[in-house]
């Protein structure tokens, strides 16, 4: 009742400060006082945190005040703000994309460029918001959150796999003075990387700090950390020290991907040490008490990792068999049994690739037994990808319900999956739209290659980065329009009719 009491003060300030507004406007006064006054509303429900309000009542002066009123910029800087803290990142960015076009603050420039960065990288423009970072570095290199920029770009280095590049990054900040969280990131991202390069030790003396720093901060850190050292040492075949790892894991472990990377990590070493029937019932515990949606993609390694140890403990049949016992413990988890199911299609392909029958009917009852729209990205695109050379209907289907989710980390597979299928078909038309597709993905997500690309998937990139399509900038330009709020023009008469 209180909070009730307490919004519908707020509307009323609201509608107060509106009636004042368009006196202002009318009587061509300035407005610096109506914006000081909301201004201070603003940043009491940002700092409350009541981001729903602040959201409401900054778009709501966006639609009233001109575009030139300082009111204009102030209001939609609070949006976007209020936007990002309740993770809507598209509306977002639609504000501070006005912003950058509005009567702009200067005293709110460098958090709104910072804001404008953050939302590129939460949505996955992985190359705009490396420019952008670049940017805000060249124009406010002293800036408060000069390190958080720095993390922020390194990161952004190692997703796109330029492991080299995102450590001389993180060098950068040797000299600074940094928090705890911002620390213990550092040391995970650089850990990550030199693992990725295949510096071993250098790897887990960086995850062994962020351990030690853990202790202080965020437990997912410590998950993080201790899953890692439970690989490197398998890496390194310490086999005992891998175990130990895992064992102090499992006294402090809560995150379900952390617990079950690092279950599936240290079969390895307990394979060496004869207790893989150990490991494998280890996996198996944790596995069947996961319910996370889109399993088969968050924990795509650990299952892999398992069906490799599963078919070389007890062979393709008992595997089998194994899975559909695991399968029928979990009913009412679908995320779970699509997960074993696709495990089952894993065992079953490489048991006799050549039995063509069973693959097949396999393929069909996954069809049949999983709403599409349910299915993890990569059972999406494995099973398009079977069907691209017997169904063009259910592949060209499949391979559009990954596209709909916008997970650039998938969407490249899914148009190039659709080239090869257009091409086969012949349908010149479809052919050029997949090409600027992939143009559009590369250009903004980066070319990071996974390794299992054919030197055929290659040349058909390559081609297509090659030949006259968008630049960067329009490519850029063009996603970001998706995203903005309606022509000015037309929020104008909106605004007048209501």
Partial sequence: MKSQYMRIQVYFALIVMLMNGIKDDCSGQP????????????????????????????QSIALTVEKD???????????GVASFKM?????????FQNYRSSERLESFDEMAEFYWASNLIELDYKIPALRSLDEFIGKYPDSYFYPEVIYRRASILFLLNK???????????????????????????????????SRFAESEAEFLNAKILTQQSD?????EALSYLVKLSNLQYRWDDSVSYYGEFNETANSTVHKLNAAAYVIGSMEQMDRINEGIEGFEDILITLSVPFLHDSCYEAMSIYAGFLIKKYGHEKSISRVGNLMSESSGNES?????????????????????EEIRAYYESLVDRFSMNGLSNNSLLKI????????????????????????????????LGLFKLYDAYEEIELIDSVSSGLNSVFKINGMSFPS????????????????????DDEVVIKELDKLVFPKRSAIRKISKVN
């Fill in 452 to 471: 299992y690309l054919t030197p055929q998937d290659r040349d058909i990139i390559d081609n297509i980065i090659g030949s006259d399509l968008s630049s």
């Fill in 87 to 95: 993770r809507k990142f598209k509306d977002s960015i639609k504000f």
């Fill in 384 to 415: 398009a990808k079977y069907f691209s050379t017997t169904n063009y209907e259910v592949a060209q289907e499949y391979y559009n319900e990954v596209l709909k989710r916008e997970d650039y980390e998938f969407s490249y597979s899914a148009l």
């Fill in 219 to 223: 437990q997912s850190y410590l998950n």
């Fill in 163 to 197: 492991f080299d590049e995102s450590i001389k990054s993180l060098e950068k900040l040797s000299s600074y003075k940094i928090g705890l969280d911002l620390k213990t990131r550092i040391h995970l991202l650089k850990g990550k990387s030199l693992m990725n390069l």
């Fill in 31 to 58: 407005t610096h006082n109506s914006a000081e006054n909301e201004s201070k509303m603003f940043q009491d429900l940002l700092d409350s945190k009541r981001y729903d309000e602040l959201l409401e009542i900054s």
């Fill in 69 to 79: 009123d300082i009111r204009s910029g102030l209001s939609l800087y609070y949006g």
């Fill in 336 to 356: 779970l049994i699509e997960g074993l199911a696709m495990i089952g299609l894993e065992v079953t392909e490489q048991k006799n690739p050549k039995i063509s």
